[in-house]
């Protein structure tokens, strides 16, 4: 999958066919990647866990294409204002994520969006080869005060929704 | 340093270092490092003075402006008790050498170098060079020296907003962006939305932000108390018009994506006859792994692009020679403006009806693509990033989006297409012109 494709098809797999914040499509774009979507493409490690400018680019284009819509809401106590992203219905995606992916995706549907960028943290130190305890330690290292001990108790349960 | 030093700058007038300060013997010490020499050899706006000839102005300069910046900001929230007073001496070092030391992890015409080493998988970007030499270079053994490596190299390695030094190097409002702001403007001679640094500084508190009320999650941030929310829609207001009229100027980014083009093609593809391209340093580099240690990669600055280009140049045959004559001779790509203030269906339909237009008439085109997103410069394309600056109200936070009208009418960033030349893009513009 390219990464427009990719985006486009996890807008379709998400509950209302809606992603709320760039943060949460980094995520899963990521946590998908790592189970198994075939797909080529780069992530880093940058301020809020693993990043991929092309699936922020992707983003972008297909807002820019006509292809999704991108909103503005305000959220949480603060009242932050976040991008969400929405497919329109009318548009066809293939390819599609499999019926695994979609499960997971839905099981994923309730974290919070600093839960997932700590397990995806967490996952990104584990793809590189480090061992459980050192990828722990180096989480909570780039994030102490993201990841306290409660939400990195959650990493093993979200990453335990993905297909192997 | 065996006596006082002293640098002029248009922007702070002075940065002073002083024998008498143990403080700023360190960071001349840094100033003379290699690492942070070679700024001088690389532009702060890169291409921007194919646009704004004044734009010349080095990450040298900068690196100095951000150092004196921060020494500003410490000053202010010294005054104001806003640090914790906890071995505050070697926290403000480690700062003030984190602001010196932030951007020697940069390469040549950095949005370009790292547009062309993402398109060859090439995984280091600037910030972790920037670890790299804080860590292993002289620049590590001046730092360790002053007991302060760790607490320097933490502020490139952790997430911000874990501690309130942090706010200064990272931040919405950090000493990074203050700097550029003030000094890009100065440089490219933009007259308009001046920032009123002292009211500013004076008006920011550092708080303590719930970032996640679920699991009780809290970050160091700045806020601006009600009496700045003025000069802070002012710094804004500046950042916006900064964006629109340089750092995304239309002819800039044509430049950008012409220069990315010469280098991704001449890297990829290899021809034999070219021995002295072949055997550039800028070749060698993308195209070897084993050429992209540290090393070799503080060898590159803003003369190794140019130096390629001429020699692209000059070689008849080679692939690249006709983009590399129009990059000398300022013959950019043509960029399409697309409006966006048409929302919903309308501008939906529109788009996709252009782009199939565009292809059935077989017109070349692309469209500007962000660049990647470490570069604060276009963090203000995500509008809400100056939305989200906290104000503080009777005790409360507000997002600066709630309690700004000003704010809230920032407007979509722009919808770019290039094409060749302006053939196409007159051509493209009739079609778009038709659909109405």
């Not at chain 1, 305000?74 to 979609?102: A, C, W």
């Not at chain 2, 920032?195 to 500084?201: M, N, P």
Request: hydrophobic share 40%; with cysteine.
């Amino acid at each position: 999958m390219a990464p427009d494709e990719l985006v486009l098809a996890l807008l379709k797999a998400m509950p209302h066919k809606k992603i709320d914040g760039k943060k949460r499509l980094q995520k899963l774009a990521y946590l998908m990647a790592s189970a198994g979507v075939d797909c080529n493409i780069q992530f880093d490690l940058r301020d809020y866990g693993p990043f991929s400018v092309e699936i922020a680019q992707a983003a972008d284009y297909l807002t820019f294409s006509g292809l999704i819509e991108e909103d503005e809401q305000q959220l949480g106590d603060n009242n932050f204002f976040m991008t969400s992203y929405k497919l329109i219905e009318s548009i066809p995606t293939r390819p599609e994520l499999s019926h695994d992916h979609v499960k997971a995706l839905a099981a994923l549907a309730k974290y919070t969006t600093i839960q997932l960028e700590v397990a995806a943290t967490y996952l990104f130190f584990r793809n590189r080869g480090l061992d459980e305890e050192t990828a722990r330690q180096r989480t909570v290292a780039m994030k102490p005060a993201k990841a306290s001990p409660a939400v990195l108790a959650k990493a093993p349960e979200i990453l335990g929704h993905l297909p192997h | 340093m065996d006596k006082d030093q002293r640098i002029r700058d248009p922007i702070h007038n002075l940065i002073a270092f002083s024998t008498k300060r143990p403080e700023d013997v360190m960071l001349w010490e840094l100033v003379q490092t290699a690492p942070v020499q070679r700024l001088r050899r690389i532009k702060q706006l890169g291409f921007s003075e194919f646009v704004y000839p004044g734009a010349t102005h080095t990450r040298f300069s900068h690196v100095l402006g951000a150092m004196q910046m921060a020494r500003r900001m410490l000053d202010v929230f010294e005054r104001n008790q806003q640090l914790p007073a906890d071995d505050h001496p070697r926290r403000r070092l480690a700062t003030l050498a984190a602001a010196l030391l932030h951007d020697v992890g940069h390469g040549p015409y950095s949005h370009v170098f790292e547009e062309v080493s993402s398109k060859l998988e090439l995984n280091q970007s600037h910030e972790a060079y920037t670890l790299e030499i804080i860590r292993k270079s002289r620049t590590a053994e001046i730092l360790d020296k002053n007991n302060i490596l760790d607490e320097t190299a933490l502020f490139f390695e952790q997430e911000s907003g874990n501690d309130p030094y942090q706010t200064i190097i990272s931040s919405q409002l950090d000493c990074d962006r203050l700097d550029f702001l003030m000094r890009d403007r100065y440089y490219t001679g933009v007259r308009s939305t001046a920032i009123d640094l002292e009211w500013l500084l004076d008006s920011l508190k550092i708080s303590k932000i719930c970032v996640d009320p679920i699991e009780g999650i809290y970050e160091y941030s700045f806020v601006v108390q009600k009496k700045g929310v003025s000069v802070v829609e002012e710094f804004v207001l500046s950042y916006m018009k900064m964006y629109q009229n340089i750092y995304f100027h239309k002819t800039t980014r044509g430049v950008q994506h012409m220069a990315s083009d010469i280098i991704y093609k001449t890297v990829s593809e290899v021809d034999q006859q070219f021995n002295s391209i072949n055997s550039h340093p800028l070749i060698t580099f993308f195209r070897n792994k084993d050429n992209q240690a540290l090393d070799n990669y503080m060898n590159l600055d803003d003369s190794s692009v140019l130096s390629l280009v001429k020699l692209i140049a000059d070689a008849n045959n080679h692939p690249a020679n006709a983009l590399a004559n129009r990059y000398l001779n300022r013959d950019t790509y043509k960029c399409l403006d697309l409006p966006s203030s048409e929302t919903g269906e309308i501008r939906r339909e529109k788009a996709s009806k252009f782009i199939e237009a565009l292809r059935s008439e077989n017109i070349a085109f692309f469209a500007d693509r962000l660049p990647g997103k470490a570069y604060k410069q276009y963090d203000v394309m995500d509008r809400n990033f100056l939305k989200n600056i906290m104000v503080e109200a009777d005790g409360e936070h507000e997002p600066l989006g709630r309690v700004s009208q000003l704010v809230q009418a920032i407007p979509a960033k722009p919808t770019r297409i290039y094409f060749d030349c302006s053939k196409d893009r007159d051509r493209a513009k009739s079609i778009r012109d038709k659909m109405g």
